[in-house]
């Protein structure tokens, strides 16, 4: 290895806690397992801030575990050019300063362009590609996360199969998840996370859910499909750490957690509904029954995203299984209310092969180098 360099991560929010928690972890495994001298810059410390309770969103140079904090960088700032790497997240750009500091450089650093995850058999070709930026020429480099041997990879800390396993085998201990949360569960009670974005209309599955002859808790985050529940409850929503119940559905409005603590909380569960990206990849990592809703795109181009993964997720399953997993991810993504009503019995019935295809599915996963190691070897071989 080079040892340590510096980082400059700079990260634009537009999927609230999405974009900052995939920063935020990147920046800590590069810091804490890398032991690499890591800057995070990012426009909504604030929300960082939220997900990440140690930072003081109020200090004109918050620190924490390792990883330093940086509001911005302003449009005149050249400041982020400082550094041997600059990642340049999620295509948000760069300060045209910062360009043009980088480019009269005697030794400009590495810049990367960390792209969103993608299922989608282009990301393959697409991977560790030179991108001159078109005004400097300056030599960029696009690094996409993936699923196949030829991308960069997924976030992964080197414990995390590890605690997951340990989590998952005790009952006690994911009974005292849900404890800190305000849920009490019942042994026969299945425990869902719906965590989706607004205008899904889960009241159709909240109805399917009391409907049934087994219990199911339903975990709902704080502003989390507040319509939704306001109009099944009829204006009783429960606050944080309380919950209602309606036949055999129970919908528990559980705190917002920290991200150190999402993890436990999939873990405690049975079936997740998720969104964005970084919680996509921490429902695989948790090795369960889940179904994704992806960040909403112009012209409905995130569907291609949906159906790209599922094409990998689903590939050599039982058709049945493969059939209800698509309808009800289709449903989800496309917020068809009807459709989620109509799907979900057979998306229900499939659970079981699901919850064994989630098991191989992330074993797979983690036989590959994880995306922070990746990337620091990349830079070096550029160095």
């Not at 976030?155 to 800190?180: G, K, M, S, Y």
């Amino acid at each position: 290895m080079a040892g340590s360099l510096r980082w400059n991560l700079v990260c634009r929010v537009v999927d609230n806690y999405g974009d900052a928690g995939v920063a935020w972890r990147l920046a800590r495994q590069l810091a804490d397992e890398h032991r690499q001298s890591v800057t995070l810059w990012i426009d909504d410390v604030a929300s960082l801030a939220r997900l990440v309770p140690e930072i003081d969103a109020d200090a004109p140079k918050p620190r924490a575990q390792g990883v330093d904090i940086r509001l911005g960088p302003s449009p005149g700032d050249a400041a982020v050019a400082e550094a041997d790497v600059v990642v340049e997240a999620f295509g948000g750009g760069l300060p045209a300063p910062a360009v043009a500091a980088m480019a009269a450089a005697a030794r400009p650093p590495v810049w990367i362009v960390l792209e969103y995850l993608s299922a989608e058999a282009w990301v393959d070709g697409a991977h560790g590609r030179a991108s001159p930026h078109p005004a400097t020429g300056s030599p960029r480099w696009v690094f996409f996360p993936g699923f196949t041997a030829a991308t960069g990879g997924l976030l992964r800390e080197r414990d995390l199969i590890a605690r997951r396993d340990a989590v998952r085998a005790d009952p006690r201990r994911r009974a005292a998840t849900l404890a800190r949360l305000g849920v009490a569960r019942a042994d026969t009670a299945r425990v869902a996370l719906v965590f989706v974005y607004p205008g899904i209309p889960p009241a159709s599955l909240f109805d399917a859910w009391a409907d049934a002859a087994s219990p199911t808790i339903a975990l709902v985050p704080p502003g989390v499909a507040v319509e939704a529940v306001d109009a099944w409850t009829g204006g009783l929503v429960p606050a944080t750490g309380r919950s209602v119940t309606r036949g055999a559905l129970t919908i528990a409005a559980v705190p917002f957690v920290a991200q150190r603590e999402f993890d436990e909380v999939l873990w405690a569960c049975d079936f997740a509904l998720v969104r964005g990206e970084d919680s996509f990849v921490r429902a695989q990592w948790a090795a369960l029954p889940f179904a994704w809703q992806a960040y909403a795109q112009e012209a409905n181009a995130h569907l291609a995203k949906v159906d790209a993964f599922l094409a990998r997720y689903v590939v050599g399953a039982d058709p049945a299984l493969a059939g209800a997993t698509r309808a009800f991810w289709q449903a989800l993504n496309t917020a068809d209310a009807k459709a989620l009503a109509t799907t979900w019995p057979a998306f229900e019935a499939a659970l079981p092969g699901l919850e064994e295809r989630a098991r191989g599915w992330a074993s797979r996963l983690a036989a590959a180098r994880d995306l922070a190691a990746q990337l620091v070897e990349f830079v070096e071989d550029r160095l």
